[in-house]
């Protein structure tokens, strides 16, 4: 399984675009890359998934560069709501359900 | 509402008692999860079932029992637990074991004193 590095935390303002990176080296050809937000006491929200290139649905895009050993989560005009733990996760479909979550990055939003 | 749901909420128990998680989903998926997160620390993947058979059990003590009766329920038994026990206990499911893409239900809060 492809081990993630994400930035512990970070620091936006309402209304900025952020971007979190996420470092994945080691991934593999039939991995996914996917990112799941959680809020305090709640258990993660599926937020969006890619293999390559861009990946945009209502909430965020997903930015994978050609090599595939990062990936960047874009979160447009963030909102106080938008201040939670953003993770970052590679894996392939089917590996057995074995999804390893990382620290994560908590994302602080201010007005 | 993701369609997952668990109960209790919220459970507080001593070391010698025995007690139940209930998770239950409306989603008509076919792979359930059982998901422990500490303070400050990432999800650890306890438990995994696929098609109502256990296909992952990630070293977790014996004190912890899971049974899936069918694919919408997943139960976890507790049963002389210790105080580092106490933690968020997540239940997930999804369309095939696997899949990146799982729904979580909002967790119980365990205390064990």
């Known amino acids: 399984l492809a081990k993630t590095t994400q930035p512990i935390s970070m620091d936006s303002y309402e209304g900025q675009e952020v971007n979190i990176t996420c470092s994945h080296n080691?991934?593999?050809?039939?991995?996914?890359i996917t990112w799941y937000q959680q809020f305090p006491s709640q258990g993660p929200r599926f937020i969006i998934q890619?293999?390559?290139t861009k990946v945009t649905n209502e909430v965020a895009s997903l930015f994978i560069p050609a090599d595939r050993k990062s990936s960047t989560l874009s979160l447009p005009r963030v909102s106080l709501s938008d201040t939670a733990v953003y993770y970052c996760?590679?894996?392939?479909?089917?590996?057995?359900?074995?999804?390893?979550f990382g620290q994560g990055t908590e994302l602080s939003v201010k007005p | 509402e993701t369609g997952v749901t668990q109960t209790p909420r919220h459970l507080v128990m001593g070391m010698t008692n025995k007690k139940s998680l209930k998770c239950e989903q409306h989603?008509?998926?076919?792979?359930m999860y059982w998901y422990k997160q500490s303070a400050k620390k990432p999800l650890e993947l306890m438990f995994v079932?696929?098609?109502?058979?256990?296909?992952e059990n990630n070293s977790v003590p014996s004190r912890f029992s899971p049974e899936c009766p069918n694919s919408s329920h997943l139960f976890l038994h507790l049963h002389t637990l210790q105080p580092e026990d106490s933690a968020l206990y997540l239940c997930?499911?999804?369309?095939?074991?696997?899949?990146?893409?799982?729904?979580f239900g909002p967790g119980t809060r365990l205390t064990v004193t």
């Open positions: 997930a499911s999804s369309q095939g074991a696997g899949r990146n893409e799982q729904y």
């Open positions: 080691n991934i593999a050809t039939n991995d996914y």
């Open positions: 890619g293999y390559k």
């Open positions: 996760l590679v894996g392939e479909g089917n590996q057995g359900g074995k999804l390893i």
């Open positions: 989603l008509g998926h076919n792979a």
């Open positions: 079932y696929s098609l109502e058979e256990r296909v």
